[in-house]
């Protein structure tokens, strides 16, 4: 039996060194959403520290039928209040948009679905980020490995909920709350610049072999937690995965917790 691959896709290290593919992501969307339009990891700074924004709006979107536990979504606004600095709040608000009529998504579909819906954007105080829970399933699927999340701008990232839902809640399988908020936080943690994403490293942790992953296998931030086998290990505690004490540096020299 070929053993089947659980992949969170980091997109945007697949776009980098392919300049042109990343422009023409990064220029859709009206002029005044420029600053919520970059690569991944480039507004690490602004999401950890208060030097700009002292407060952080999460807009979470799900396709109608396909929204994240309510454990998951406490669990990700504990997460981000853990590790930024925020004075006046860290806010999640949900909503849901209608069914999508499609079975497969491209980055491309996943960022028209966000220009079409997404309404909380960057303001001199505060800063947003966007998170799509979508039905179906991603085009970088294969047999043998599976796409569960993508974080694809500087503050946008999509969560394949449908795919979680097939590999979670059943015998020898995580529970589902559970293998939501690894995604969930791993993706995050792109988008706070793990690992060398625009964070910058305090010591050599990045591992040669995975680019932009962390070395330490016990990491939320390592990169076998995107395989069968690595999940398994992640999830044998029945805890979420944590980031280790040199991702957590990393963090702090940027201006996190």
Same mark, same amino acid.
């Given at each position: 039996?070929?053993?089947?691959?659980? !992949?969170?896709?980091?997109?945007?290290?697949?776009?980098?060194?392919?300049?042109?593919?990343?422009?023409?992501?990064? $220029?859709?969307?009206?002029?005044?959403?420029?600053? *919520?339009? +970059?690569?991944?990891?480039?507004?690490?700074?602004?999401?950890?520290?208060?030097?700009?924004? %002292? %407060?952080?709006?999460?807009?979470?979107?799900?396709?109608?039928?396909?929204?994240?536990?309510?454990?998951? +979504?406490? *669990? @990700?606004?504990?997460?981000? +209040?853990?590790? #930024? @600095?925020?004075? $006046?709040?860290?806010?999640?608000?949900?909503?849901?948009?209608? &069914?999508?009529?499609?079975?497969?998504?491209?980055? *491309?579909?996943?960022? &028209?679905?966000?220009?079409? /819906?997404?309404?909380?954007? *960057?303001?001199?105080? &505060?800063?947003?980020?966007?998170?799509?829970?979508?039905?179906? +399933?991603?085009? %970088?699927?294969?047999?043998?490995?599976?796409?569960?999340?993508?974080?694809?701008?500087? #503050?946008? @990232?999509?969560?394949?909920?449908?795919t979680i839902r097939e590999l979670s809640n059943g015998t020898f399988e995580p529970e589902r709350s559970l293998l939501e908020s690894s995604v969930i936080h791993h993706e995050f943690g792109h988008i706070l610049g793990l #690992?060398?994403?625009?964070?910058?490293?305090? &010591?050599? /942790?990045?591992?040669?072999?995975?680019? %932009?992953?962390?070395?330490?296998?016990?990491?939320?931030?390592?990169?076998?937690?995107?395989?069968?086998?690595? !999940?398994?290990?992640?999830?044998?505690?029945?805890?979420?995965?944590?980031?280790?004490?040199?991702?957590?540096?990393?963090?702090?020299? $940027?201006?996190?917790?």
């Amino acid at each position: 039996m070929r053993k089947k691959f659980f !992949i969170v896709l980091l997109f945007s290290v697949l776009l980098w060194g392919c300049s042109t593919e990343n422009e023409s992501i990064i $220029n859709d969307g009206a002029e005044g959403v420029k600053e *919520n339009r +970059k690569p991944t990891g480039a507004s690490a700074n602004d999401l950890l520290s208060d030097n700009v924004y %002292k %407060k952080m709006i999460v807009e979470l979107a799900y396709v109608e039928g396909f929204e994240p536990t309510e454990e998951a +979504k406490n *669990n @990700f606004k504990n997460f981000i +209040k853990e590790r #930024t @600095f925020k004075p $006046n709040g860290v806010e999640l608000y949900t909503k849901s948009i209608p &069914t999508i009529g499609k079975e497969v998504y491209t980055i *491309n579909d996943i960022v &028209t679905i966000e220009n079409e /819906h997404r309404t909380y954007y *960057n303001t001199q105080n &505060t800063i947003t980020v966007w998170a799509l829970f979508i039905n179906g +399933k991603s085009s %970088k699927d294969s047999d043998s490995s599976f796409v569960l999340g993508t974080a694809y701008y500087n #503050t946008s @990232f999509v969560i394949f909920e449908e795919t979680i839902r097939e590999l979670s809640n059943g015998t020898f399988e995580p529970e589902r709350s559970l293998l939501e908020s690894s995604v969930i936080h791993h993706e995050f943690g792109h988008i706070l610049g793990l #690992t060398n994403l625009g964070t910058p490293l305090q &010591t050599d /942790h990045e591992d040669a072999d995975h680019p %932009k992953h962390c070395n330490e296998e016990s990491c939320l931030m390592y990169w076998a937690a995107e395989t069968s086998h690595g !999940i398994g290990n992640v999830f044998s505690s029945n805890k979420i995965p944590t980031l280790d004490s040199q991702c957590i540096a990393d963090l702090q020299a $940027n201006g996190g917790k």
